[in-house]
């Protein structure tokens, strides 16, 4: 996935994207669940503690048959 195309051009990101990701773990940040990064469920789980849990609730009450869903969130969500 590329975050940006200036000119049209293809910018290779994974590299900086890393770093910044590690940067922000490192310093006590919590990703946004719905935001480009590469943690899997179990991490976001346990950065965001009960929260993260109490959302899966919610989804597999409001979201049961996963009508709203697509492989990238069942990579970060789970199934």
């Given at each position: 996935?590329?975050?940006?195309?200036p000119y049209g051009k293809d910018?290779?990101?994974?590299?900086?994207?890393?770093?910044?990701?590690?940067?922000?773990?490192?310093?006590?940040?919590?990703?946004?669940?719905?935001?480009?990064?590469?943690?899997?469920?179990?991490?976001?789980?346990?950065?965001?503690?009960?929260?993260?849990?109490?959302?899966?609730?919610?989804?597999?009450?409001?979201?049961?048959?996963?009508?709203?869903?697509?492989?990238?969130?069942?990579?970060?969500?789970?199934?």
């Amino acid at each position: 996935m590329l975050c940006c195309r200036p000119y049209g051009k293809d910018v290779a990101h994974a590299d900086y994207w890393s770093a910044f990701q590690q940067i922000m773990l490192d310093s006590g940040g919590r990703p946004h669940w719905a935001k480009d990064f590469q943690l899997s469920a179990d991490q976001l789980r346990r950065i965001h503690d009960s929260g993260f849990t109490r959302f899966l609730e919610v989804r597999n009450r409001l979201d049961p048959d996963r009508l709203f869903t697509n492989d990238r969130l069942r990579s970060i969500l789970g199934d």
